[in-house]
């Protein structure tokens, strides 16, 4: 009997990275190409449950706050989130080439 982990498929939820990726890349290049607002909108909402949903906006909430210069205990008690996953946002943001960072400069920028 095989003990290895199928290389095609991740314990948990069925695909592997690789198919994450996939998806993720593929999800990412229809959106940009829809150029429709109130479309990628309503994709989200019928893609997403509300929890969901609440943890995307709480994430891009929490990256907004730290640009702004909150504290991580002060974005931690505001959102109700833990410090691992804003010290998470926070590593992100200070990367060179943080997308938090572009995505910061086109929110300015709009």
């Given at each position: 009997?095989?003990?290895?982990?199928?290389?095609?498929?991740?314990?948990n939820n069925g695909i592997s990275s690789l198919q994450?990726?996939?998806a993720?890349?593929?999800?990412?290049k229809l959106i940009v190409k829809s150029g429709d607002e109130q479309f990628v909108?309503?994709?989200?909402v019928c893609l997403f449950t509300q929890p969901e949903?609440?943890?995307?906006?709480?994430?891009?909430?929490?990256?907004?706050e730290i640009d702004s210069g909150a504290t991580?205990?002060?974005?931690?008690?505001?959102y109700r989130m833990s410090l691992c996953k804003i010290t998470r946002g926070s590593?992100?943001?200070?990367?060179?080439?943080s997308a938090f960072k572009k995505m910061l400069e086109?929110?300015?920028n709009s």
């Amino acid at each position: 009997m095989n003990n290895n982990k199928d290389i095609l498929t991740d314990e948990n939820n069925g695909i592997s990275s690789l198919q994450v990726e996939q998806a993720i890349k593929e999800l990412s290049k229809l959106i940009v190409k829809s150029g429709d607002e109130q479309f990628v909108y309503d994709f989200f909402v019928c893609l997403f449950t509300q929890p969901e949903l609440k943890d995307i906006a709480n994430r891009w909430f929490l990256v907004k706050e730290i640009d702004s210069g909150a504290t991580q205990r002060e974005i931690a008690k505001k959102y109700r989130m833990s410090l691992c996953k804003i010290t998470r946002g926070s590593k992100e943001l200070s990367k060179p080439d943080s997308a938090f960072k572009k995505m910061l400069e086109l929110l300015k920028n709009s």
